[in-house]
Every structure is written in structure tokens, then in C-alpha cells.
């Protein structure tokens, strides 16, 4: 129903910067919720940042001041810039894509994930 595909992962060292990209597709862009999760080997998927349809965001405390999320409706383009990247951002970026009319047991869709890797 609503097709995600996500990129611009890579292996960077410490201190580096990464701009991840998600596109969507499917449903206009502009009803749809994102986000940006991460998962880790051996740990639990957690959320990085969110923008809602209208552009509002969130951001967990350990981006705070260093990621920034943003959108582009024209572009079905949903953009993380990631900065100061330090060795606990390694892990895979996943893109999210909700609907703003789906249930709150509805977690949406997801893309395929791009692995992101910093180095010491």
C-alpha cells in the first residue's frame, strides 16, 4: 500500500556526517506520519526522530543537537542529517511511513534499512 525505500548509509569516522534519504510512495505524502528508527545487533529497534504530515518534530535525547530531520512534500523525500556522528549511531536506519488516519496499533511501513557504521 505505501511503498518505502530508504539510503545514503555508509561507514564514516567519528566526528563524520551522513544524510539519509526516504522516499514513499503510494498514498500522498502529505497523509503520511514519518519517522527514523535504528536497531543495533543485539538490541531493540528504537526511535531516532519523527515528523509529523504538517512537520512537527521529535528526537530521541542521544541525537538531540546532532541529527535533524526534515521533509520535502514535493519531493516524497523524508531527509535525516546526521552529525558528530559517534560509534553508538552504528547501526541499521530504518525508514517509517504511517498514515495520519491509521490506529495506534498500526506501526505502518517500513524500508528495507541502510546500515550506517562509525568508526573510532
Known amino acids: 500500500q505505501v511503498h518505502v525505500v530508504e539510503s545514503g548509509g555508509g561507514l564514516v569516522q567519528a566526528g563524520g556526517s551522513l544524510r539519509l534519504s526516504c522516499a514513499a510512495s503510494?498514498?500522498?505524502?502529505?497523509?503520511?506520519?514519518m519517522g527514523w528508527y535504528r536497531q543495533a545487533p543485539g538490541n531493540q529497534r528504537e526511535l531516532v526522530a519523527i515528523?509529523?504530515?504538517?512537520?512537527?518534530?521529535n528526537y530521541a535525547d542521544s541525537v538531540k543537537g546532532r541529527f535533524s530531520i526534515s521533509r520535502d512534500n514535493a519531493k516524497n523525500t523524508m531527509y535525516l542529517q546526521m552529525n558528530s556522528l559517534i560509534p553508538e549511531d552504528t547501526a541499521v536506519y530504518y525508514c517509517?511511513?504511517?498514515?495520519?488516519?491509521?490506529?495506534?496499533?498500526?506501526?505502518?511501513?517500513w524500508g528495507q534499512g541502510t546500515q550506517v557504521t562509525v568508526s573510532s
Open positions: 517509517n511511513a504511517r498514515l495520519v488516519t491509521a490506529v495506534t496499533s498500526d506501526w505502518g511501513y
Open positions: 515528523i509529523s504530515n504538517i512537520g512537527i518534530t
Open positions: 503510494g498514498r500522498p505524502f502529505s497523509m503520511l506520519n
